[in-house]
């Protein structure tokens, strides 16, 4: 079924808005008033007049890129109220500062549920579960093929991997912001005892959790390392956009790994061109997804970021949830 | 011991990609497993195991049924993972509890050569409960092996090179002799793998067993450079190599592929074991045109090749012929390491001598290959371009002091393939890859004009770059016209140079014709679809030939 223009909140230029209030959330284009759910720079775009988001999205957003843009904070459960609609920050426990968008205008509730996950992070607030009439989720891993591990089995692996081969510098390959501290967090906590190193992007975002209270483990800055031989049998973090070019040519023998919910597909592993991959993710997998559906106890449903049709068809004709979609 | 071990050395060996850390990952799986374990290792690292117990369907099916999970949504799940046993195996993580795991030490052995096996002598109930038991009691790391074997699937990117330098490192003993061990019919035992590690080596144990072939490097430049009388120069037959046998009298005919296919060309062993001497022959398979003396197409082989115990009707409408071009053994005496050209005059020598001994006369079913004699380089490649006349595929070009070593060694075989047939095809279809490219449109159907019309005339899916391929398939994503299953019909719009071998008259294509190994080997971002060619420069083409 579509929706119409009467919705609170619908699609319009491929991004999602309220019109009633006149925001936008994580627009992609420059807007007057921006609510952003968490500081990945696919969420962000420079030029808005004004940005809301949490205290830490805040932090971390300014810490990214600068800090002449001008943000508005809120506490999680803090409502305010634009146009005489109360919207309100959630955990949505995909990275710190992570947020659902709760949004109520007539006693009608709807939810955005930005990035989100369910899994264990000590790195963020958990996702905190919040009842609606209409939510608005994402399902970038939307298939039940994806089903991730325990967080700590895969921080295992990744311990196990790095330890086999002590005559190696073994890289791995995750998002600067949350992914990295995740991991950084969770291996610390495994047999691995090793120097740990993470490069610059990584770094600031490691001190910019510990300014925010986090218990991250201390890393050596890449950039400072002494010579080759100490990062024998260690660990670096490094962001994927270094993994191709020429980079890599500063290691000698290394093993490389992406970190990433992508990772538990064979083809997906071998394609990547990486040695090892790791399935671990900072979204839900599918049980996630439906948990989620339920909890909210949403009577319709919309999905955005990634393939929904399968996840849907399964609601609609499983669960008899409604489930709409945006007209474009 | 365990199941568990080999499961771990699948994805040590799916994780590596250095030669030398996969022979050592190897070693130690050797080293520290027992020598049944490592029996059934090697029979499935080395792809000598392809029985299917169930298909892909089945599993997927089966899957569906006992968890009550609709078939749809598993085939939803396919196109992403490309791979039946993976899609289960991950699908099972959401259907299978840790709690109890009875399987979890069980070998390699117990699972191979009972567990499996005896899934084929139940009932049909009984089997899906059986697999369902497995699934529901077999620790969850060791599903996709599990899967793989079940379905006939398991491939791991390990060559069988490999498996022998890693056997050879292990006892030292040279890999020519492992390679050899390793070759025909390998049943897993103790007893096989003992002898596959005996440091002893005793020849005659080898004596079921065919030598491991040598294959043609592909023809480079330098060649040039050295005198056109250093080398041996034959046509480049399209038929399949064979290493014909005859040991104590009993023929064998092996494959490349290490198979026995003396079933499918009984009138072949008949005529070769009047021949009173004992021999190992290595030569080409084909099916021959009696009138014209050049081989039929690879299609007419194909009649014969996967049919057992063929007819007389069938012996007679595709009479087959080896052509023999190499003699490795004689009477037990191995005599590989005597240089090609002495090897050569032997083999015409025994052939002159089998022909005059044998009553029954043997010329029409096996001949030795007729040399080609170029004057210098120009003229052997004017001969090269000929070699559609005579249905070959270019030359074959052989060092004449070269010893007939093992596996793809440099500089001693060359193959000078004629250059392939062109034409400029439109993209019309696309279709999801499985494997590797699962989850990407790497399948692609191509079509020539026909007065104002597109007619599919070839479907390829190799000779894209990655990088090529991931763009190809936003394209693609972006201009579906309609999507029937994993079909996309597309806007005509790309055009790629398309290569093939073959061109011939098929009557079960709507566009009249047929090519043989088709692949893309350019994309003409240069050309709109008005540049295509029509199937008329298709027709042209197969006149040129015959």
């Known amino acids: 079924m579509k929706t119409n223009q009467e919705d609170l909140i619908r699609y319009k230029d491929g991004n999602l808005y309220c019109e009633l209030a006149d925001v936008w959330i994580d627009p992609s284009k420059p807007v007057k008033r921006a609510l952003i759910t968490h500081a990945h720079f696919d969420h962000f775009t420079f030029g808005c007049e004004e940005y809301l988001s949490t205290i830490e999205t805040a932090i971390l957003l300014k810490e990214r890129v600068g800090d002449n843009i001008e943000i508005k904070t809120f506490d999680y459960g803090e409502e305010f109220k634009i146009n005489g609609i109360n919207i309100s920050f959630h955990p949505s426990g995909h990275i710190l500062g992570s947020s659902q968008i709760s949004f109520i205008f007539a006693e009608e509730k709807w939810l955005i549920s930005g990035d989100f996950k369910l899994q264990k992070d000590e790195t963020c607030k958990k996702y905190e579960i919040v009842k609606t009439d209409y939510l608005i989720s994402e399902c970038t891993f939307g298939l039940p093929i994806f089903k991730w591990d325990e967080t700590n089995k895969v921080a295992n692996n990744i311990s196990k991997w790095i330890i086999n081969s002590p005559e190696k510098t073994s890289l791995l390959f995750c998002y600067s912001l949350g992914k990295a501290q995740r991991l950084l967090n969770e291996i610390s906590q495994t047999d691995f005892k090793g120097n740990i190193y993470s490069h610059n992007s990584i770094y600031k975002m490691n001190n910019c959790y510990k300014e925010l209270g986090i218990d991250i483990k201390d890393t050596i800055k890449i950039e400072n390392k002494n010579k080759m031989d100490e990062l024998k049998g260690s660990l670096i973090l490094l962001p994927p956009s270094l993994s191709k070019g020429s980079y890599l040519k500063n290691f000698k023998n290394i093993q490389t790994a992406f970190a990433s919910g992508w990772m538990s597909i064979r083809a997906l592993r071998k394609r990547s061109g990486y040695d090892k991959g790791f399935a671990i993710s900072d979204h839900a997998d599918w049980d996630g997804i439906l948990e989620v559906v339920k909890k909210s106890e949403a009577k319709n449903v919309f999905f955005h970021h990634g393939d929904s049709e399968a996840l849907s068809k399964y609601l609609v004709s499983k669960e008899s949830i409604n489930v709409l979609s945006f007209g474009k | ?546």
């Open chain 2, 1 to 546: 011991m365990s199941l568990k071990k080999f499961a771990e050395l699948f994805s040590d060996l799916d994780s590596i990609n250095s030669t030398n850390n996969k022979i050592e990952v190897l070693r130690n799986y050797f080293i520290s497993n027992e020598p049944i374990d490592n029996s059934w290792a090697i029979y499935l690292l080395t792809g000598k195991s392809n029985k299917r117990f169930i298909s892909g369907r089945y599993l997927k099916n089966l899957f569906s049924q006992i968890y009550e999970y609709p078939q749809w949504l598993i085939d939803t799940c396919y196109l992403k993972v490309g791979d039946s046993a993976e899609v289960i195996t991950l699908l099972l993580k959401n259907k299978t509890s840790s709690r109890n795991k009875k399987l979890s030490n069980i070998s390699l052995n117990e699972l191979l050569s009972k567990t499996i096996p005896e899934l084929s002598i139940l009932n049909e109930e009984e089997k899906n409960l059986k697999i369902k038991n497995i699934w529901e009691t077999l620790p969850e790391d060791n599903h996709l092996i599990f899967n793989k074997i079940l379905t006939g699937t398991f491939r791991i990117g390990v060559s069988i090179g490999l498996i022998t330098k890693s056997i050879s490192k292990l006892i030292n003993i040279d890999e020519e002799i492992i390679s050899h061990r390793l070759m025909g019919y390998f049943k897993p035992s103790v007893d096989s793998y003992e002898f596959l590690i005996n440091k002893n080596i005793n020849l005659e144990e080898l004596n079921s067993k065919p030598f491991p072939f040598l294959l043609a490097n592909t023809f480079e430049d330098k060649i040039f450079k050295h005198s056109i009388n250093d080398f041996q120069f034959e046509w480049k037959y399209d038929g399949i190599r064979i290493q014909l046998i005859k040991r104590s009298g009993n023929i064998s005919l092996w494959t490349r592929g290490q198979e026995l296919v003396n079933e499918s060309f009984p009138e072949l062993v008949e005529k070769m074991s009047l021949i009173k001497d004992d021999f190992v022959l290595d030569g080409e398979l084909l099916v021959w045109n009696f009138k014209k003396k050049i081989a039929f197409d690879f299609s007419f082989l194909q009649k014969r090749l996967n049919r057992k115990s063929p007819t007389k009707s069938i012996q007679i409408k595709y009479p087959i012929i080896f052509i023999a071009y190499d003699l490795l053994e004689v009477n037990g005496r191995d005599i590989r390491e005597i240089k090609l050209e002495n090897r050569r005059i032997k083999l015409e020598k025994y052939y002159s001598k089998w022909q005059n001994k044998t009553e029954n006369n043997i010329t029409d079913i096996f001949r030795i290959c007729d040399l080609i004699y170029p004057k210098d380089w120009s003229d052997a490649l004017t001969l090269k371009e000929k070699s559609r006349e005579n249905n070959t595929e270019g030359l074959i070009i052989k060092k004449k002091t070269s010893i007939y070593s093992s596996g793809r060694k440099k500089g001693i075989w060359w193959k000078y393939k004629v250059d392939p047939m062109q034409l400029d095809a439109v993209l019309i279809y696309a279709k999801g890859g499985s494997g590797r490219r699962a989850g990407l449109y790497t399948d692609y159907s191509f079509a020539l004009w026909k007065d104002q019309e597109l007619i599919k005339f070839a479907s390829a899916y190799s000779g894209l770059t990655n990088i090529e391929i991931k763009e190809l398939d936003k394209w693609i994503r972006k201009n579906t016209i309609e999507k029937f299953g994993p079909v996309r019909s597309l806007k005509p719009e790309m055009v790629f140079e398309i290569s093939f071998e073959k061109i011939q008259i098929s009557k079960r294509h709507k566009s009249g014709i047929a090519v043989r190994f088709p692949r893309i080997t350019k994309w003409r971002k240069d050309k709109k679809i008005n540049d295509a060619d029509n199937l008329e420069n298709a027709y042209k083409l197969m006149k040129k030939i015959s």
